[in-house]
């Protein structure tokens, strides 16, 4: 095993902060807390997170409550949700709904329980997603390949066709899309994966100029190698290649995406729509 993959697999396997001082003193102050806290007024905002049980989308939800947002967590694992709700314990107003985002009628239901409880929407993180099995693209199944594409990039899409006409209404809103640097540089053994981001990135141009003079505006962010479950679903290797790739010699941190993606979902984010921001510790050159 290379010393990559000897670094991430003591990265992934403990929780304390002593594997973070080891791998890297920027990944210890991150871990430790100490990353600072810029403040992010969102009072009044009502928002919707997909994927939010877990990983990058909880890191976002507790971003956005720390800024005054509500929240509603979308995931299709209820039982992880419930772990979720209850750890955020008194940390803002929230609700959750367990909906499988890649059925058409449960978003439209999932959009009017969340307009009945919140009033509206002004805020969208499209966010779940899966990264599928690591395999050559001629060694997926059919099956294997749309799963991927189903959730990484049509789910996108239903999310986005149920909850702009409702921005549309108040002629205000903030969209956020979570591709991936495969999405720029098609990572190997993970054709599905990178082809879906790359629909991500190119969705989120077309939509911005859509909306450019509506007052909604959308952008999507590129990370790198993030901290979290998803890499459990695809091999050590894949892992060590993806960390190899990064300039900065680390994997980011998930509360280091939802710092980006609370400023892509302010107000003071204002002329910015249809593009990519990158946070992928150096990786991406364009
Ligand atoms: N972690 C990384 O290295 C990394 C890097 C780049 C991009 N991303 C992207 O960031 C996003 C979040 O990734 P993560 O690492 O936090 O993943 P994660 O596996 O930790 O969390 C994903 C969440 O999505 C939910 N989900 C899965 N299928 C769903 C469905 N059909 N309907 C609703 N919810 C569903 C899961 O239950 C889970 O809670 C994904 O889009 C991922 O592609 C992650």
Redesign the pocket.
């Given at each position: 095993m290379g010393r990559i993959a000897v670094l991430l697999r003591r990265t992934l396997d403990k929780s304390d902060n002593s594997r973070y001082e080891r791998a890297c003193p920027a990944q210890a102050e991150a871990a430790a807390g100490n990353l600072g806290m810029n403040k992010i007024d969102l009072q009044g905002q009502n928002a919707v997170v997909?994927?939010?049980?877990?990983?990058?989308?909880f890191a976002i939800v507790q971003r956005l409550l720390a800024s005054g947002a509500r929240c509603s967590l979308?995931?299709?694992?209820r039982e992880?949700l419930n772990i979720a709700m209850s750890s955020l314990d008194e940390q803002g107003e929230f609700d959750m709904q367990a909906?499988?985002?890649?059925r058409p009628d449960a978003v439209g239901a999932a959009t009017d329980s969340t307009i009945r409880r919140f009033g509206s929407i002004a805020i969208l993180v499209n966010?779940?997603?899966?990264?599928g099995v690591s395999k050559k693209l001629w060694e997926c199944t059919p099956e294997e390949w749309f799963q991927v594409l189903n959730?990484?990039l049509y789910?996108v899409y239903l999310c986005c066709h149920a909850i702009v006409p409702k921005m549309l209404e108040k002629k205000y809103g903030r969209i956020v899309n979570?591709?991936?640097?495969?999405g720029k540089e098609g990572n190997p053994n993970a054709s599905h994966?990178s082809a879906a981001?790359a629909g991500v990135i190119g969705l989120t141009k077309s939509l911005g100029k859509e909306l450019a003079q509506s007052g909604v505006i959308v952008n999507c962010v590129t990370?790198?190698?993030?901290?979290?479950?998803?890499?459990k679903?695809v091999s050590q290797e894949h892992v060590a290649y993806m960390v190899s790739r990064i300039p900065m010699g680390r994997?980011g941190l998930?509360e280091e995406v939802a710092a980006l993606v609370a400023w892509l979902c302010s107000s003071e984010c204002s002329f910015s729509t249809g593009a990519v921001f990158d946070i992928s510790g150096g990786r991406a050159t364009y």
């Open positions: 997909t994927g939010a049980a877990r990983g990058i989308g979308w995931d299709v694992d992880a909906v499988d985002i890649t966010n779940a997603g899966i990264a959730l990484d789910a979570i591709a991936s640097i495969a994966y981001k990370p790198a190698v993030i901290e979290t479950d998803i890499l679903q994997p998930k």
